[in-house]
């Protein structure tokens, strides 16, 4: 093989590594003189030209000129007759050039030279991947199934970039086939082993805050903020709002006409139900609208202790019906609460201090059937009783006026004594 034709040899690499040619010959060169050095144990006396418009490659080897049988170092020295074999004039003391051809090298040289170059170019390649996707960490990205394992997804984009979308940053309803589209964030880029690994989520809190960016132009333009996120992906997510322009309407902008704009992103999160609510500084009105549907009386905020990690607590009271809403099913909706807040939420029904005592605890005093008439109208405890109006409990329940003023009694006397 020709020093000349070898660009060309290698123009694979630049085609499928997308390598400019200026690159390419820079790292030929690092290539060439690694393998000189190793060939003849150094590679300062050697010339490399390299001439990116032609695309050609010559090696020159110099080496200055001595007398016959005098050689002590073959690398830098070359007798007077092997010289003039070169050119007939050379004499002694002169500096003789020579070119090197690829043959000269030897074999083992030129598949090494290989296996070095392809190694160098795919180190280029994945540093300039790595450099690329850590840039875009935390925005929003597509890519297309190409592999489906059972622990993870592997995608490729246009570029023939490989993604992988783990088991745990799939949203429990995901379900994709191959070659289907996918989106997500771009959660964390590394190098393991040179090679960049791209990790996308789906489950993120910052994926749905990308999400309201592209469905939602006043927040694309930057008229309504995001200011807080908190998810339980598939589930429900809670996300709080504020726009510095009073003629916006931060919560309407973002839901639609029945819903119409957050329609999309619910269906991109598989069903996720969004609550959007306003944000403000005032901690307890936040609360307050992180605990929507259900509606806060009144709630006492802890101070924090002294030299714990643990979040600030605060009690939160409502009425007996508003603690199930509170809570949610599986305790979904205190947990988002909690977390969009950053409080300790311990939802209290309102009532007399602190302790409660369960209707359970009665069926001495009082009879059974009474006991399940009120459990039948949601009331279990003592408090959740004496909260209550006695008319309210006469059209919520069967029971008689004078049976429900008796049971009242008898309650109140527990937490008087």
Excluded at 164 to 180: A, H, M, N, T
Excluded at 263 to 290: C, F, K, M, P
Aim: a negative charge.
């Amino acid at each position: 093989m020709e020093n000349i034709a070898l660009i060309d040899s290698f123009s694979e690499f630049k085609d499928d590594k997308s390598i400019d040619r200026v690159t390419l010959m820079a790292i030929l060169e690092d290539v060439f003189r690694a393998t000189l050095k190793r060939k003849f144990g150094s590679d300062d006396n050697f010339d490399i030209i390299i001439n990116p418009d032609k695309g050609d490659l010559e090696i020159w080897r110099n080496r200055v000129v001595v007398a016959d049988g005098e050689v002590e170092d073959p690398n830098e020295e070359i007798s007077l007759t092997e010289a003039r074999k070169i050119e007939p004039d050379f004499e002694v003391g002169e500096d003789a050039s020579e070119e090197v051809k690829l043959i000269d090298l030897g074999r083992r040289s030129i598949l090494a030279l290989r296996q070095n170059l392809i190694a160098k170019i795919q180190e280029h390649d994945n540093t300039n991947i790595f450099k690329q996707f850590k840039d875009l960490e935390g925005e929003l990205y597509s890519a297309e199934v190409h592999h489906i394992k059972h622990n993870a997804i592997i995608l490729l984009d246009d570029d023939g970039n490989e993604l992988v979308l783990p088991k745990s940053e799939q949203i429990r309803s995901d379900y994709f086939r191959k070659g289907e589209s996918v989106r997500g964030i771009i959660k964390t880029v590394e190098l393991r082993g040179n090679k960049p690994v791209i990790i996308m989520s789906r489950t993120a809190p910052e994926f749905l805050e990308k999400l309201f960016e592209q469905e939602i132009p006043e927040v694309f333009d930057g008229l309504i903020t995001i200011k807080k996120v908190a998810r339980i992906p598939g589930e429900k997510a809670k996300v709080a709002v504020d726009s510095y322009d009073d003629r916006i309407d931060p919560v309407g902008a973002c839901v639609g006409m029945k819903g119409s704009r957050i329609h999309s992103i619910v269906r991109e999160l598989g069903n996720e139900n969004i609550d959007v609510i306003n944000y403000t500084n005032n901690t307890q009105l936040l609360i307050a609208r992180a605990l929507s549907p259900a509606k806060v009386v009144s709630m006492t905020i802890h101070e924090a202790e002294e030299g714990s990690d643990r979040r600030q607590r605060v009690d939160v009271f409502l009425k007996p019906e508003e603690v199930s809403k509170a809570i949610g099913k599986n305790g979904v909706n205190i947990r988002l609460a909690c977390q969009l807040t950053g409080f300790e939420l311990d939802v209290q029904r309102e009532g007399y201090g602190d302790e409660d005592v369960e209707l359970t605890e009665f069926s001495d005093e009082i009879d059974t059937w009474i006991l399940q008439e009120l459990k039948n109208a949601g009331l279990d405890t003592a408090k959740s009783v004496l909260e209550q109006d006695v008319n309210d409990l006469i059209k919520r329940t069967d029971l008689e006026e004078e049976t429900i003023i008796e049971v009242q009694r008898i309650l109140k006397e527990e937490f008087d004594s």
